[in-house]
Nanobody, 128 residues
């Protein structure tokens, strides 16, 4: 079981910004394409963003495109999610995840089913 740990969640107001962080052991972090998804109790997981192994390819859900930015620092084993212009609809538990192995180093996760394992999540609450 991969240990991925998220942090950075908070309660903010509509229009605010927030940055989420995720780390995992180097042996699992560096070879993997990564991403974020979010979940509200009683609803299905919603894909948010994905990034390839080298960090030079990204993909976003339409609901966050232009507002969220995913990035990674492989030297530090850190994954980031910069969230700007937050809206109440962004309220959810945010989980970082690693993708099933893909030989193509340019592979970018684009759906929840691309993910193999994930962390416990960090709560983001946006008030209007």
């Amino acid at each position: 079981q991969v240990q991925m740990t998220e942090s950075g969640g908070d309660t903010v107001r509509s229009g605010d910004s927030l940055q989420l962080f995720c780390t995992a052991p180097a042996r699992t972090f560096r070879p993997a394409a990564l991403g974020w998804f979010r979940q509200v109790p009683g609803k299905e997981r919603e894909f948010v963003a994905g990034i390839n192994r080298d960090g030079d390819g990204t993909y976003y859900a339409d609901s966050v495109k232009g507002r969220f930015t995913i990035s990674r620092d492989n030297a530090a084993n850190l994954l980031f999610l910069q969230m700007n212009s937050l809206e109440p609809e962004d309220t959810a538990a945010y989980h970082c995840a690693d993708a099933f192995f893909n030989q193509n180093s340019r592979f970018i996760p684009m759906r929840v089913t691309d993910f193999r394992s994930w962390g416990q999540g960090t709560q983001v609450t946006v008030s209007s």
